[in-house]
């Protein structure tokens, strides 16, 4: 079974940056991409980034050029940077984890309980 926590969220000005933290445990050899999703006040949960184990990355359009999406294996964390922060970032952060289990020839996504970011001045 595999088990994420974030961290690091928390109440930033507008412009202002903020690192969250994903730390993965349990059957953490079937994972091969992380990534992190949002969802804001009345708003659908999005995508917001992904890095595989090849370290190949994806970001949402409304995010290119103001996040980083990291990972460190020997920690099993993967990070998100966020720089240049709006208003409109403000949402609950989610840290995903996509499991392959062979045997059974199927994919399983796992979530975190999310972290708050606030972005208001």
């Known amino acids: 079974q595999v088990q994420l926590v974030e961290s690091g969220g928390g109440l930033v000005q507008p412009g202002g940056s903020l690192r969250l933290s994903c730390a993965a445990s349990?059957?953490?050899?079937?994972?091969?991409?992380m990534g992190w999703f949002r969802q804001a006040p009345g708003k659908q949960r999005e995508f917001v980034a992904a890095?595989?184990?090849?370290?190949?990355?994806k970001y949402a359009e409304s995010v290119k050029g103001r996040f980083t999406i990291s990972g460190d294996n020997a920690k099993n964390t993967v990070y998100l940077q966020l720089n240049s922060l709006k208003p409109e970032d403000t949402a609950v952060y989610y840290c995903?984890?996509?499991?392959?289990?062979?045997?059974?020839?199927?994919?399983?996504?796992?979530w975190g309980k999310g972290a708050l970011v606030t972005v208001s001045s």
């Open positions: 995903n984890a996509q499991e392959y289990i062979m045997t059974e020839g199927k994919g399983i996504n796992h």
């Open positions: 349990g059957a953490i050899f079937s994972i091969y991409a």
């Open positions: 890095i595989t184990g090849g370290s190949s990355t």
